[in-house]
């Protein structure tokens, strides 16, 4: 890799970062692109009409200030602490690879070129030189100069402990206060119990009542227990595609049915409207007919039976979280209890699962896990083989003429590996939420959080280890499995691949994150969709998806953090992405992204486990690279680190993990004191309690402004 | 290693055994011997004098008999559930050895023996027989009798893994009634707390107050500060030592002491007793002036500081157990709370250290450990000389002559190596045990319990990874870190070593068992310390050293299960050795042990953990063994038991693990509600909890008979 191809990337990136920015100023401005770039408002009831103005036509980046100027507070009170504690991770990562910047660019890198070199950059030619020549690779062995390296590297290893704590601390005290400034809310009082064991005698309803009366006679509230209903749900999803389908035939008057449709349907588009109309009256009416039936409660005999598991309200905070922590029966593998999520958090379809499934089906997600993991390595081998020209002339000797192309070599050496690379990425996220979805979590935040942890540790493996150490997948376990070498190997193969990564940042981080930044798919999605929604037709605002963008953001840290020393050059890309990604974030935040449940920042554990992990990796590649470059004592030095970093995380284990877990009973009992000063508004909230945990299925059907639609003469 | 060397092994022991067993069954029946042998009958105020009879001269084996028909429930009245699940961990261990031990005997020794064999056995000169005919290295290459060893793997893997959970369940169940049989119990209601946050204004004991009783206002009882009293400790342990050194003195009217004592002192032994005398009465002053300056409770300036740490009394298991799962403080490193341990099992020294330095303890503890661990291989090592003759004669030219006497060749190879392995290893015990003390466990138990884990993985790395893997301490470290190979390398070092341990069993472990069955030492240091002791001096019975026993027995087991298809001949010698020790601890329960806590069999996750470990190395092992034979479907088909084992394994912590660490809601408050119906007694009960936990130093000095004897006049 060359200087120019890299230049050829970021060149090619710049225009069309600079191409978004201009589509995007325009197109937000165009009402019927609101539901593209401003749902959240428009979920809010903003209003779709402005007058006409000829500022629309202008690109204007006013969007960019606001955002820019959005404070802390207002982002709190804008979309709750979680998109803050978001936001933190990435002015944590500003703050660190300023650091590390600074160090990298005005240190390491003049150090790199013209300290004890290998080779000397090429100031009149620049565009020839190979970024080699910007890495630790031109340093000579045995040189002093890497102890230059070296101090570096215990610096911002330092600096970035210190910034870990403070944020560790700072967020634990968000979150305390967050919840000593909360009101009553549902799932604060509540504890969702499973496993909850069968007797022929009674119903699992007078079982959790009598179980939990017995117990807890003085805090013991109320009770529901969750029924089956997917076939409800089935139905449901049913009704919604008909309905659906009906709205784009009514929607759309000029278009002629003359070919045979999906249902096999010949006739006018009225007939077929009535034909679907009828058919969804059926359906509603079936649905209505088994939720009244699942709403008997106690009827064992009914056939939405219920599942072995309840919803247990307590009259107070300590009430239930005492009952949760204590476990309740002498057998561990009954009524066991789980703090209860957010009722919009709660994953209803679970609690169709069988739950003596659930350990199999968490089994086999492990598996399936692993074995995705290890085979993705398939795509990543062939981006390797595109980077590598020789190879490609070989294989396909007809491209040798267009391959001779000085542009064409740049683009496929500088930009194609590592936006296929990318593409094929974007597998991940669903994949792995899926997998999550399976893996009998009872909350949407749970399955994020799980999910969040696959994306970050298949990332890691797929793109660093697996293109780190080339070979066959065997090959891969097998260096794995050696952990006397690995630091060895690692720093061997690792600063080996820099000028990829430099490449991977400067290009793909910034193509992904600008598109994304300006709506692009989203918008063609949109220009696609458009003739068959109609404008009246109700939507949700997405929330942001924490499985896709903290594993994200925390990837470009990783690669950062490992390769500060290694190609220093690295860093000022990884800003430049950073910064664009700060804007996008609160600017998606005000407009697009609205948040559907509070975990209150419970992802940030492994925001900070992860970031120890690189740290460490980094020590070691550190170490190992001393040892290569044959300064053992400077490796010997460096082995002191790893382990007070560990030290450090242990500590921060202790002091502040307990705080993202549950809340103090000091905290709940104060809380709960304050509560009993109220009486009338808390029996209220109770009454209000006793329903906040209803299955999504069993509520009345509702389409936005059908009985207008269809209740209305069709033919008028 | 010849059978005949094995055989003089045997027979050396089994002498050793049989005149063991006939002094005892002399000895233990003269009075002057009832210290040694029944201290805990003693203890329990029998009788010292018994009528002379002829029988007290004539070994008898009635005692034989007694302990054998001692029944489980007398067992568990007599010295508590911990002894019970003691003898279910040797019974367990018998079961297993028999199933494994008719297999191994009468289907694999024979397809050793006789199968597809490299080597014949010799029947008529059979004592020149190597043991290695008998183990599976006498089986051919690619020989199908291999798939007979294969299926025993599976079968006894089986069995094992449905005897741990007829155990863990059986203990579960136990440790459940124990709980609902037992009456209120101090440490039931009671629970520690360190890291109280000191403030100025004011003192520990006031904080505690407060904060408990705004918290559990309904639950809170009362509380006890602990006091710093090393100071006082210190001055109790010279005036024991001084009242120790009256004692003799005063005992032995015969002996003259002519020379300087340790204390430079000169004189006759009544000037010697008065002086002592006095000197004891100046400390016993001192100790009653600092024990009653240490009880002026909120006197922050007195010289016995308050520690940050405190008993916290509840007025319901519930409360207290609920105090203690809650996290009280919402920052997790102040007011840290734990279970309290029963008052028997504070270890109260604990108390004197400072709470900042636990952490820092903690580290050095592990560093100590690693340590002393791999640097034990040395006499480890030596210990493999002296198994091999060339090298004993190529260091020691002189001892030719005798080497060449076929009984010393046959000792020396036989029963030496492994009894100086064994006295070496008895080191380990005491020494991990002070490990543990200093790392900062409250309780006696939690100390055995740590202590117990460091033994077993001591003696596992030492004596089982160290002989195999031989070479230097950094060539074992580097082979363990090779995961890639350690099946491979297993599979070729343990059977090799199978002829070593064999002999192990065979020899060391009767000699340490029946030494200990037959209390020969402490018979020996009461020959010598008879001189200097009175025969009313007060003293306990000794309590069962779970770090030192619990890891032995473990230790075996996993041997057997380790060995019983590379070399079945293990079976038989394992299996006499469990049935002495079976009869020893029925005995040195009866007549020695008494029990000073009850931790109601906690420690059995350790054995259980650790059976699982031994299973699946034996697959491990097993799987390598089948793949260097060059059957490799055998070996393929090996990988699926280890996996279903930690499954196993898997279920049984989510099964049975939370019952070992804490009782359930559901028998707490229904202990609670049974202990309502009986005010009075409630009401007495809180009393005595109030001084239930007083640090032993502040108790008022009292000396068996002190007064008398010093109080007489020292001349009559």
Not at 8 to 18: D, F, H, M, Q, R
Not at 93 to 102: D, M, N, Q, R, Y
Not at 445 to 454: P, R, T
Request: aromatic share 16%.
């Amino acid at each position: 890799m060359i200087v120019s191809a890299l230049l050829t990337s970021v060149g090619i990136n710049t225009a069309l970062c600079v191409l978004f920015f201009t589509f995007y100023s325009i197109l937000r401005k165009q009402p019927s692109n609101y539901k593209v770039y401003i749902p959240r408002l428009l979920a809010q009831g903003a209003s779709l009409t402005t007058p006409f103005n000829l500022k629309k036509l202008i690109p204007s980046p006013d969007w960019i200030a606001k955002a820019w100027s959005l404070s802390e507070e207002d982002l709190f009170s804008l979309s709750g602490l979680d998109a803050l504690v978001f936001m933190r991770l990435i002015t944590f990562s500003l703050k660190i690879f300023t650091f590390a910047g600074v160090i990298g660019i005005f240190v390491l890198l003049p150090v790199n070129c013209w300290g004890n070199h290998l080779e000397e950059v090429d100031i009149v030619d620049f565009a020839a030189n190979s970024l080699d020549v910007f890495t630790i690779s031109n340093v000579n062995s045995g040189s002093n100069w890497l102890w230059v390296h070296f101090i570096a590297v215990y610096f911002v290893s330092g600096f970035t402990c210190l910034q870990l704590h403070h944020e560790y601390k700072y967020i634990a005290s968000k979150r305390i206060s967050y919840f000593y400034s909360s009101k009553p809310q549902p799932h604060q009082f509540t504890i969702l119990v499973h496993s909850i064991p069968s007797s022929s005698s009674c119903s699992i309803s007078d079982s959790v009542e009598s179980f939990f009366r017995e117990l807890y006679p003085s805090t013991y509230l109320s009770h529901v227990v969750i029924r089956r209903t997917n076939k409800i749900q089935t139905l449901l999803s049913k009704a919604k595609n008909l309905y659906k389908r009906i709205g784009q035939l009514r929607s759309d008057p000029t278009r002629k049915y003359k070919n045979v449709d999906l249902c096999g349907l010949f006739g006018s588009k009225d007939d077929r409207i009535d034909h679907y109309g009828k058919k969804l009256e059926d359906i509603e009416q079936n649905v209505r007919l088994k939720q009244s039936e699942a709403s008997l409660i106690g009827e064992s005999c009914s056939m939405f039976k219920e599942a072995r598991a309840a919803f247990v309200f307590f009259k107070s905070r300590y009430g239930a979280a005492s009952a949760f922590h204590l476990q309740p029966s002498s057998n561990p593998t009954q009524w066991i209890t789980e703090p209860a999520p957010q009722p919009h958090d709660v994953y209803w379809p679970f609690f169709s699962e069988s739950f003596m499934r659930q350990w199999i089906s968490k089994l086999v997600v492990i598996v399936v896990y692993i074995l995705f993991t290890i085979l993705f390595l398939i795509p990543v081998l062939i981006v390797q083989g595109l980077t590598n020209l020789e190879q490609l002339e070989i294989l396909f000797p007809f491209l040798t003429s267009i391959l001779s192309v000085k542009f064409v070599t740049q683009i496929i050496t500088g930009y194609l590996p590592s936006l296929i690379l990318q593409l094929s990425l974007k597998m991940a996220p669903p994949v792995m939420w899926f997998l999550s979805t399976i893996q009998g979590y009872i909350s949407h935040s749970d399955i994020e959080m799980s999910a969040s942890k696959k994306v970050l540790w298949f990332t890691i493996w797929n793109v660093f280890f697996a293109t780190v150490f080339s070979g066959s997948v065997f090959y891969q376990l097998y260096v794995i499995l050696d952990l006397r070498e690995i630091t060895w190997k690692l720093a061997v193969s690792v600063p080996a691949q820099a000028s990829f990564f430099i490449t991977y940042v400067a290009t793909t981080g910034w193509t992904s994150v600008s598109s994304e930044l300006f709506q692009i798919i989203p918008f063609i999605c949109s220009l696609i969709k458009r003739p068959f929604t109609r404008p009246e037709e109700e939507f949700e605002a997405p929330s942001l998806a924490y499985h896709r963008d903290v594993p994200r953001i925390l990837f470009f840290g990783l690669l950062g953090i490992t390769y500060f020393f290694l190609a220093p050059l690295i860093l000022p890309f990884l800003l430049v992405y950073l910064c664009l990604a700060y804007i996008i974030y609160r600017n998606q935040f005000i407009n697009v992204y609205a948040p559907k449940y509070e975990t209150a920042g419970r992802f940030w554990p492994i925001v900070h486990d992860s970031m120890i992990f690189s740290l460490v990796l980094m020590q070691m590649i550190a170490a190992g690279s001393f040892a290569l470059k044959k300064i053992s004592p400077a490796s010997t030095w460096m082995f002191p680190l790893p382990v007070l970093t560990l030290l450090f995380n242990y500590y921060c284990r202790k002091r502040f993990l307990p705080i993202f877990t549950a809340y103090s009973g000091e905290s709940l009992i104060k809380k709960d004191m304050e509560d009993q000063k109220d009486n009338a508004s808390m029996a209220e909230f109770y009454n209000k309690l006793l329903t906040a945990y209803k299955d999504p299925a069993l509520f009345p059907i509702q389409h936005a402004s059908r009985d207008d639609s269809l209740a209305s003469p069709l033919l008028s």
